[in-house]
Every structure is written in structure tokens, then in C-alpha cells.
T-cell receptor, first 116, second 115 residues
Framework: AQTVTQSQPEMSVQEAETVTLSCTYD???????LFWYKQPPSRQMILVIR??????QNATENRFSVNFQKAAKSFSLKISDSQLGDAAMYFC?????????????FGKGTLLTVNP | DAGVIQSPRHEVTEMGQEVTLRCKPI?????LFWYRQTMMRGLELLIY????????DSGMPEDRFSAKMPNASFSTLKIQPSEPRDSAVYFC?????????????FGPGTRLLVL
């Protein structure tokens, strides 16, 4: 079974600075998708960014980018120019490939605090 | 688009009572997922449907939990009888059937407290 590990329960960053959240996963598959979701205090789960395992190029969405290291099974999220609105719980998620298995496996999350 | 709609947003009930959570997926989405979030276990998938048919219910904790999707625009998750350990936030999510990489969009969640 796939597992997702987020080793940093909490992180903090100064406003306008850059922060990197770590995520590692365990799988025997070669094709899969990886996601970062953000959960602010409202509890809504919001997709931040996603990465296809077959793509070598790292995904980027405005101030959010990932560092995808397939061999190392690592998928970190970099937030540049951090804003107060970035404060939230961040979840890394893995989705297996093939068949009809659409299950998302989530890490335990990293709570990000942004200091003004 | 209105996004995934869940009701109620908050539910407080007493142990032994029946609880019904409701979800309306994004129009046109083929897949619907029910997740549960607790401090101890994090986010875990309970069950998901494709075109109203349950595909994988291996995450449903026990027979007290049941889920239905009578049509493409409505699903329910029922707990009967409820227990204090069922207290959690329950999320519904939906996605299109464009392949296994399609993004799941989450509703706002239902916060359930069983006393």
C-alpha cells in the first residue's frame, strides 16, 4: 500500500519569505499523480498544485512550485513571497494509477504559520 | 460553478442517534468521494462512487456506516447508530472521469460531534 509522509508537523515563515514543505511517499508504481492541498481554518480543502509522475518538469502555479524527485520519492512544495493568506494546513497526497482506483492517500499535514 | 455542496455544515447529536450527511457534487462530475478527517487518523477515504455505483467501500469503518448515491447530483452518508468516536469532519469530493489523474474538488465539510 502507498504511504505519504510529511515529516514537518509545523513550519513558520516570515511574510515575503520563502518556505519549503517536505513530502515523501512510498510506492512501487511508475505512473501516478501527486497533489498538494491547502486547508485554511475554514476547513475547505483547496487544490494548490499537482504533478504527473511521468513529467520531469516541476509543476508551477504562480508563487507555488514543487521539487519532484522521482528516484528519491520526494515531492516538496515551495511557497515564494509568502503571504498571510498562505497560513493553513498543507496536505500532500498521492493517487495511484491504472484501473479504476481513484483513491487519494494523504499525509498527516504540515501546519504553516506566516508571521507578519 | 457552485462547487461541491455539503449539508449540514455542523451537526451535534447524541450517541445512538441516526445521522445523515448530504452531498451535491459538481454538475457533470462522474466520481464522488466521501472522506473523514480526524486528528488521530488524518484524512481517510471511506467510499467512492462512479456514475452512482459504489466502487470501493473498503474504507467504511463498520456496518453502522452506509452511503448511497441515488442519482448523479446527490449522495448521502448515514451513520446509525452514531457513537462518540464518529466525531470528525466529513468531506465530500467529486471529479471528472478524464483519467486517473483528474483532480478531486472538495466540499466545505460537515463537522460532526457525537455526544
Amino acid at each position: 500500500a502507498q504511504t505519504v509522509t510529511q515529516s514537518q508537523p509545523e513550519m513558520s515563515v516570515q511574510e515575503a519569505e520563502t518556505v519549503t514543505l517536505s513530502c515523501t511517499y512510498d510506492t512501487s508504481e511508475s505512473d501516478y499523480y501527486l497533489f498538494w492541498y491547502k486547508q485554511p481554518p475554514s476547513r475547505q480543502m483547496i487544490l494548490v498544485i499537482r504533478q504527473e509522475a511521468y513529467k520531469q518538469q516541476n509543476a508551477t502555479e504562480n508563487r507555488f512550485s514543487v521539487n519532484f524527485q522521482k528516484a528519491a520519492k520526494s515531492f516538496s512544495l515551495k511557497i515564494s513571497d509568502s503571504q498571510l493568506g498562505d497560513a493553513a494546513m498543507y496536505f500532500c497526497a498521492y493517487r495511484t494509477s491504472g484501473g479504476s482506483n481513484y483513491k487519494l492517500t494523504f499525509g498527516k499535514g504540515t501546519l504553516l504559520t506566516v508571521n507578519p | 460553478d457552485a462547487g461541491v455542496i455539503q449539508s449540514p455544515r455542523h451537526e451535534v447529536t447524541e450517541m445512538g442517534q441516526e445521522v445523515t450527511l448530504r452531498c451535491k457534487p459538481i454538475s457533470g462530475h462522474d466520481y464522488l468521494f466521501w472522506y473523514r478527517q480526524t486528528m488521530m487518523r488524518g484524512l481517510e477515504l471511506l467510499i467512492y462512487f462512479n456514475n452512482n455505483v459504489p466502487i470501493d467501500d473498503s474504507g467504511m469503518p463498520e456496518d453502522r456506516f452506509s452511503a448511497k448515491m441515488p442519482n448523479a447530483s446527490f449522495s448521502t452518508l448515514k451513520i446509525q447508530p452514531s457513537e462518540p468516536r464518529d466525531s470528525a469532519v466529513y468531506f465530500c469530493a467529486s471529479s471528472l472521469d478524464r483519467g486517473w489523474g483528474e483532480t478531486q474538488y472538495f466540499g466545505p465539510g460537515t463537522r460532526l460531534l457525537v455526544l
